[in-house]
């Protein structure tokens, strides 16, 4: 599984004002829904906040993971955002969140999804990796920087 394929320059931002998870949660759905015309910002953002009423995609240490299967999504796809001030995600260490990568996969793709939710776990589960995308200076950077991340995470 190539994780590199999960994201692009376009869906990747950089110290952004998130404000809240909610306000967050937008943000990341309008990103991939400007990159894909025939997926809805709004029904989006509804799929990602009916999932973290399920409970919290915060998995610690400052990363979310919100994530969801999408209708009219053909391939997974990824958005990452990095946030100017931490913001709180009820994550499981209730330490606030400031790096979040937002996951769409197809419906079908059940056992795709759990399997790029586990490799990306592992990447953001570094503190090494978690401070080169802190360190990141812009959003190009911010994508340069995570793609030599998952272009070396085992496969």
Known sequence: MDLSTLLSPSRSRNRLHGGSKKRVLEQAAKLI???????????????????ERLGSTGIGHGIAIPHSRAENCATAIGALITLEEAVDFEAVDDAPVDIIFTLLVPNEAQEEHLRILAALAQVFGNADNLQKLRNAESDEDLFQRARQLF?????
Not at 35 to 51: H, S
Not at 151 to 155: E, F, G, M, Y
């Open 33 to 51: 829904a400007a990159d894909y015309p025939a997926l809805d910002p709004d029904d989006l953002f509804r799929q990602l906040t009916a999932r």
């Open 151 to 155: 272009d070396s995470a085992p496969a």
